[in-house]
């Protein structure tokens, strides 16, 4: 999705975000009264932190993992975040995946199958927040 942007983007946080917008709905993350999405990014800053990466990344990342199911606002934010928010529907919820020519889907889905996603995906959000049902919409 990033090349298809014809843009420059950082694929290293990119790839680091992606791998931590769930975290909030790990027990070890999830705080008692924030969404999981803050939890995650709450995670990715510490993360972050640790290994000095620059402030303006920090923010980035945290803007990323925060809006990655919220629609409407990642368009106005540095690439990074429109592309996680993007990466997700696609993942989630098959939202652009025409765009992709048939063989590269065919690849993707053969090495990732999508058996029993939507049960599973249910039940990990179920359990990341059913502790604070409050934080969801």
Not at 27 to 39: C, I, L, Q
Not at 80 to 90: F, K, S
């Amino acid at each position: 999705m990033g090349r298809q942007t014809g843009q420059k983007f950082d694929a290293e946080l990119l790839f680091i975000c992606a791998a931590f917008h769930d975290f909030g709905l790990i027990k070890k993350f999830s705080s008692a009264t924030d969404r999981f999405e803050v939890d995650s990014a709450n995670a990715v800053r510490q993360f972050l932190e640790h290994h000095g990466v620059p402030n303006a990344r920090i923010q980035t990342a945290w803007d990323a993992i925060s809006l990655h199911t919220t629609p409407g606002i990642a368009a106005y934010k540095p690439l990074e975040v429109e592309l996680l928010y993007n990466g997700v529907a696609l993942d989630s919820l098959g939202v652009g995946y025409e765009t992709f020519p048939a063989e590269v889907r065919t690849k993707v889905v053969g090495q990732f199958p999508r058996v029993n996603f939507k049960k599973e995906i249910a039940e990990a959000f179920f359990h990341g927040f059913e502790h604070k049902p409050e934080t969801t919409v």
